[in-house]
């Protein structure tokens, strides 16, 4: 007889489980739509389909976890809750409470190998970071964000943009180039931090302001016939694809 106590547990587990599940699928719906945007372009459509086939395998997975943990309520409800489905023999005590949506006995799950591994078993997570990432741009992947900061910067208009490139990894963002000075700099950080709530900034800027003196306004290079495209130093296409330029999204190398 499977303790009373450990049914009521199991239920809270899977109810919060389940909660956390539906805002998974939720906010994977989300990105999906997204990703299929006509107007959101991409460097590489390969990388567009590898992301939406790592959405859906994730939601697949999400998906199956949800339904277990459905039919596991239903047990719950039906007075079976932890008898095994195969052999009908009760299920360990420990294994509900770390595989709360379990339908079989160790045993008959073959040493539990196939089974979609547990969460930590955890009441308590619902703490988040300090200062979340503003929820608009939090579930853009690294190349949108780059292009949502350029945007709103060239919308702005008040951090000069033609030596500047940024870098999105995760919620981590790393600025490269150089900007004419300090204020501008502090500006950038200020937009970044304020507008899209990214607070994990590496600043590899350097600030030059002589570079804005000269008259082609062009730092760091001297072309002497230079189109209206050709405001970011060419560099050699490597392994950082990442680095989106400002005009024409050409990737460009990082200092
Ligand atoms: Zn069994």
């Given amino acids: 007889m499977i303790r009373k106590e450990i049914t009521e547990k199991a239920h809270q587990l899977l109810q919060t489980r389940r909660e ?3 805002e998974m699928r939720r906010e994977n719906e989300e990105s999906n739509l997204r990703l299929s945007e006509p107007q959101v372009e991409f460097e590489e459509r ?3 389909e590898k992301m939406q086939q790592e959405l859906e395998s994730l939601d697949r997975r999400n998906r199956d976890e949800l339904d277990a943990v459905n039919m596991a309520l239903q047990r719950i409800g039906a007075g079976t809750y932890g008898l095994c489905l195969e052999c009908g023999e009760e299920i360990s005590e420990k294994r509900l409470l770390a595989i709360p949506w379990t339908a079989t006995c160790i045993e008959c799950a073959g040493g539990g190998k196939e089974e979609i591994e547990p969460p930590v078993v955890r009441l308590d997570d619902q703490e988040e970071s300090a200062q979340p990432m503003n ?3 939090a579930g853009l992947v690294d190349e949108e964000l780059c292009d949502a900061i350029m945007e709103h910067l060239h919308y702005d208009g008040r951090v000069e943009l033609e ?3 940024v870098h999105c990894e995760g919620e981590r963002i790393e600025l490269h180039g150089a900007l004419p000075s300090q204020e501008s700099s502090d ?3 200020e937009i970044i931090e304020d507008t899209f709530g990214v607070h994990d900034i590496v600043d590899n800027l350097r600030i030059d302001p002589e570079a804005w003196e000269r ?3 062009t730092p760091g290079v001297d072309i002497p016939q230079r189109s209206d495209e050709e405001t970011v130093i060419e560099g050699e296409p490597g392994e950082s694809n ?3 330029s400002i005009k024409d999204g050409e990737p460009v190398d990082p200092d």
């Fill in 215 to 217: 008259p082609d306004r």
């Fill in 187 to 189: 500006l950038l950080h």
């Fill in 20 to 22: 956390e599940l539906r």
């Fill in 163 to 165: 030596d500047l490139r």
């Fill in 135 to 137: 929820e608009t741009y």
């Fill in 242 to 244: 990442y680095f989106v």
């Fill in 46 to 48: 390969a990388q567009q």
